[in-house]
Nanobody
């Protein structure tokens, strides 16, 4: 089993920044990639960004490209999501997820991710 714990969410004004973190623990040796998804009320869960755990290849949703950076710290089993120039439409519950396939294979398919965190709320006020 793999446990994922997110942190870093909060309330921020439009144009502001937040840095989310996700710490993975447990049997992490089988994890190939981690990702951040988000889900707003009444909407489907959508991929924000994904990164390969070993190679570091990163992928971004079109809606956040240029504003968001995903990075990993292998030594600390941690993935970060740096979000800049936040917009009200970024408001959502943000989830960290882990998969046993590469980020390119899993991409935005939630069913490809076996492990999920509890989520951290991001609220952007206008």
């Amino acid at each position: 089993q793999v446990q994922l714990v997110e942190s870093g969410g909060g309330l921020v004004q439009a144009g502001g920044s937040l840095r989310l973190s996700c710490v993975a623990s447990g049997r992490t040796f089988g994890i190939y990639a981690l990702a951040w998804f988000r889900q707003a009320p009444g909407k489907e869960r959508e991929l924000v960004a994904a990164i390969d755990w070993r190679g570091g290849s990163a992928y971004y949703a079109h809606s956040v490209k240029g504003r968001v950076t995903i990075s990993r710290d292998n030594a600390k089993n941690t993935v970060h999501l740096q979000m800049n120039n936040l917009k009200p439409e970024d408001t959502a519950l943000y989830y960290c997820a882990a998969t046993t396939v590469t980020a390119a294979q899993a991409m935005g398919n939630p069913r490809a991710y076996l492990y999920w965190g509890q989520g951290t709320q991001v609220t952007v006020s206008s």
